[in-house]
């Protein structure tokens, strides 16, 4: 079975300064994984994916995450804090090789929050 | 550019009452999702739907929840008889095909069961 562990439900940066989010999977077979965001009263963004070649990915308004297979690990990264950046982040992960209809399976999330 | 929507954005219902959520997919997409969160909790898969039919479903879709797509564009979520438990967000998403491509989700129904 496939899970996700997001270390800490809260993190607060100064804005910025660096933002560091953390997620471990457990898979069975080779994960796609992905962050998403959420405003608050908006739904889930996609901020990035990992599925195959290159294990440092960048997604939108400047976050990047990298996979490591070795530390079952894709956490999320930005080197500086935006005031704008304050909001939920959920990280997810599906199966490789089950279809294209694959469920998510989502972390509990990380608040982050910035502050001046 | 597409997004996906749903309506209504809250939903308030008396325990035992039959509720329908409606989504409107991104049009080209093939492949349709309902998932829940309960308020504090993470976000949980209910079901999958691919050519016209239920491709995979959770322990949570019992027999009191269905799903449809009625017409070429909406795609609902029918619980029959409330339950306070069944109190939640709900989002809808949607991909395309390709087994690399990301989920497109709504902003999802707030339903409370009193």
């Known amino acids: 079975a496939q899970s996700v562990t997001q270390l800490g439900s809260h993190v607060s940066v100064s804005e910025g300064a660096l933002v560091l989010l953390r997620c471990n999977y457990s898979s069975s077979v080779p994960p796609y994984l992905f962050w998403y965001v959420q405003y608050p009263n908006q739904g889930l963004q996609l901020l990035l994916k990992?599925?195959?070649?290159?294990?440092l990915v960048k997604g939108i308004n400047g976050f990047e995450a990298e996979f490591k297979k070795s530390e079952t690990s894709f956490h999320l990264t930005k080197p500086s804090a935006h005031m704008s950046d304050a909001a939920e982040y959920f990280c997810a992960v599906t199966k490789t090789f089950s279809g294209g209809y694959n469920k998510l399976i989502f972390g509990a999330g990380t608040r982050l929050a910035v502050h001046p | 550019e597409p997004e996906v929507t749903q309506t209504p954005s809250h939903q308030v219902t008396q325990m035992g009452q039959e509720v329908i959520l409606r989504c409107v997919p991104i049009?080209?997409?093939?492949?349709f999702y309902w998932y829940r969160q309960i308020l504090g909790q993470k976000v949980e898969f209910l079901v999958s739907?691919?050519?016209?039919?239920?491709?995979?479903k959770s322990e949570i879709f019992d027999d009191q929840f269905s799903v449809e797509r009625p017409d070429g564009s909406n795609f609902t979520l029918k619980i029959r008889s409330t339950k306070l438990e069944d109190s939640a967000m709900y989002f809808c998403a949607s991909k395309t095909s390709g087994i690399y491509n990301e989920q497109f989700f709504g902003p999802g129904t707030r339903l409370t069961v009193l």
């Open positions: 049009s080209n997409h093939l492949y």
């Open positions: 990992y599925t195959t070649g290159a294990t």
């Open positions: 739907f691919y050519n016209n039919e239920i491709s995979e």
